[in-house]
Nanobody
């Protein structure tokens, strides 16, 4: 049974940092692109960041560039999202996702319909 389990969410003041983790089990995702998405109350799911299997390519939504960093440790079957300089508008449920295959390019990596596996999400709340 394939599972993606996110952790590391919580309550943080604006300007603070959090590190989200996504641990995969049930199969190896070392050859799979991975991504982070988020959904705020009353809004649709939006792309945050993604990373190729080799870590050579990373993609970010404009609103997190320079603040968030995605990384992965293939031997641990884990992907991370380091979030710095948090803002109240970053408040959302953050989801980890894995794709069996994606063509190169940000337009594919940011398309949530192309991902095959999803975690249950972790809540991030940023207070002002």
């Amino acid at each position: 049974q394939v599972q993606l389990v996110e952790s590391g969410g919580g309550l943080m003041q604006a300007g603070g940092s959090l590190r989200l983790s996504c641990a995969a089990s049930g199969r190896s995702f070392s050859s799979c692109p991975m991504g982070w998405f988020r959904q705020a109350p009353g809004k649709g799911r939006e792309f945050v960041a993604a990373i190729s299997w080799s870590s050579l390519n990373t993609y970010y939504a404009d609103f997190v560039k320079g603040r968030f960093t995605i990384s992965r440790h293939n031997a641990k079957n884990t992907v991370y999202l380091q979030m710095n300089s948090l803002k109240p508008e970053d408040t959302a449920v953050y989801y980890c996702a894995a794709a069996l295959h994606l063509p190169a390019g940000g337009s594919y990596y940011s398309d949530y319909d192309r991902y095959d596996y999803w975690g249950q999400g972790t809540q991030v709340t940023v207070s002002s």
